[in-house]
């Protein structure tokens, strides 16, 4: 795709990299319960939603085309590399896709997805022997698996920002905050002082610095 060529209208490409990534993340995550599903739709409608303004219809473009047009005068706005628009605001130079933004979303989008595949390993065997799971990513943080989630719509974030995922953004956050304290009263209240051993030594989201994975 040239940069400087229209990238719209091409609703094959939203349906095609909508269905890769949701089908991709759901082969790790593999919901089950409500909450499972609430927490993988959550996160389906942010990766609709930024393809349909990545490839069908630049909403967030024709929102800001104005302030654009006069911040940026002689950008293609239709241009696939306008639609990068972290990019674009900071004036950087060439292709998007080599910008160090866009190399960095990257690395968030590998790890999220490597952490997800991780986190679900770790899981899917705690689950079959009606156990806390405690190692690997469980080992240095109690939500892997949501930490993951925002990983990744980071990385995506990072590389084509539009309105309405920057406002989904943080109401995702809220909600897998509110998930994960839902799931922790459900274990209290499963696997009581195991579990409250396991929450003392282990942060929510966070890993502590110099940390080893010594929990089991």
Request: proline share 6%; aromatic share 18%; glycine share 8%.
């Amino acid at each position: 795709m040239s940069p400087d060529a229209p990238a719209y209208g091409l609703w094959t490409l939203v349906f095609l990299n909508s269905a890769i990534f949701l089908m991709f993340a759901f082969s790790f995550f593999r919901p089950q319960t409500a909450r499972d599903w609430r927490t993988f739709g959550a996160f389906a409608a942010f990766i609709v939603a930024l393809f349909v303004e990545m490839y069908g219809f630049p909403l967030t473009i024709y929102v800001m085309s104005g302030w654009l047009q006069t911040r940026f005068p002689g950008t293609d706005l239709l241009s696939h590399n306008a639609g990068h628009l972290w990019s674009t605001l900071l004036g950087e130079q060439g292709d998007a896709h080599f910008g160090p933004l866009h190399i960095a979303s990257y690395v968030f989008l590998g790890f999220g997805f490597y952490l997800l595949s991780s986190a679900w390993n770790v899981l899917y065997q705690a689950q079959r022997g009606n156990t806390l799971a405690t190692t690997g990513p469980y080992a240095r943080i109690r939500h892997p698996q949501y930490v993951a989630f925002v990983l990744i719509l980071l990385g995506f974030l990072l590389q084509w920002p539009t309105l309405l995922t920057l406002a989904m953004f943080p109401i995702l956050l809220v909600m897998y905050g509110r998930l994960a304290i839902t799931e922790e009263a459900q274990m209290r209240t499963r696997f009581g002082d195991a579990f409250e051993r396991y929450a003392r030594r282990t942060p929510r989201f966070f890993p502590r610095m110099g940390q080893g994975s010594t929990a089991g």
